[in-house]
């Protein structure tokens, strides 16, 4: 079975530019995660869908930050203009969903973001 | 709302010997809880999960945790540790009767020594 896929593994941009991380995750899965790792910290949840619904974007700095689940498949997150304090590692999860309570979350690589 | 902290930034150990991550919640729910693990440049892998019932679970690796409800403890344990078991260690809890989103602690790095 095919893990969560996330591209591209590494970036470099400047601050005040854009990026875009894609995510695309396990076959069957209806709820899909966006995470931030900074350095030295755990992950923080910025985004969770089921299917292609926003269920939880409590977190997300959505001045500069935004993500879309077109389909309720695929997921890209956005981040536009970037700052110094998002260089992070940003990782994509996903998991059954649909009602099946305390199933596992499986998590994709991640994208280490620098901006310089 | 609900936190984790894990008490110990950095453990280190010798091969073959014991080792206990510490993990403490709150929440003013019931909640689930996990271990998952981190090798470098990897994603998160699930070690193991309490959702109810025995409060002792075991997971993979010979990795196993004791959930203490008065305590509000889910520490992580292994008898006999190898060099592979180098890694990053994060602790998380989820609400039952929420979105189940995962809140993590800092995480506890696990250096093996030979």
């Known amino acids: 079975e095919a893990g969560v896929a996330q591209s591209p593994r590494y970036k470099i941009i400047e601050k005040r530019q854009s990026v875009a991380f894609w995510c695309n995750p396990i076959?069957?899965?209806?709820?899909l995660y966006w995470y931030q790792q900074i350095l030295g910290q755990g992950p923080k949840l910025l985004i969770q869908?089921?299917?292609?619904?926003?269920?939880?974007d409590s977190q997300l700095p959505k001045d500069r930050f935004s993500a879309e689940r077109l389909k309720g498949v695929d997921s890209t997150l956005k981040i536009q203009p970037a700052k110094l304090e998002d260089s992070a590692v940003y990782l994509c999860a996903s998991s059954l969903g649909q009602g099946v309570r305390g199933t596992e979350a499986f998590f994709g690589q991640g994208t280490r973001l620098t901006v310089v | 709302a609900q936190s984790v902290t894990q008490l110990d930034s950095q453990v280190p150990v010798f091969e073959e010997a014991p080792v206990e991550l510490r993990c403490n919640y709150s929440s003013s729910v019931s909640v689930y809880l996990f271990w998952y693990v981190q090798y470098p440049n990897q994603g998160l892998q699930l070690l193991l999960k309490?959702?109810?019932?025995?409060?002792l679970v075991k997971g993979i690796n010979g990795f196993e945790a004791e959930f203490n409800k008065s305590q509000t403890s889910f520490h992580l344990r292994k008898p006999s540790v190898h060099i592979s078991d180098t890694a990053e260690y994060f602790c998380?809890?989820?609400?039952?009767?929420?979105?189940?989103?995962?809140?993590f602690g800092k995480g506890t790095k696990l250096t093996v020594n030979p």
């Open positions: 309490y959702l109810s019932g025995s409060t």
């Open positions: 869908f089921q299917n292609n619904g926003v269920v939880d």
């Open positions: 076959s069957g899965h209806a709820t």
């Open positions: 998380a809890v989820s609400d039952p009767s929420g979105s189940e989103k995962l809140v």
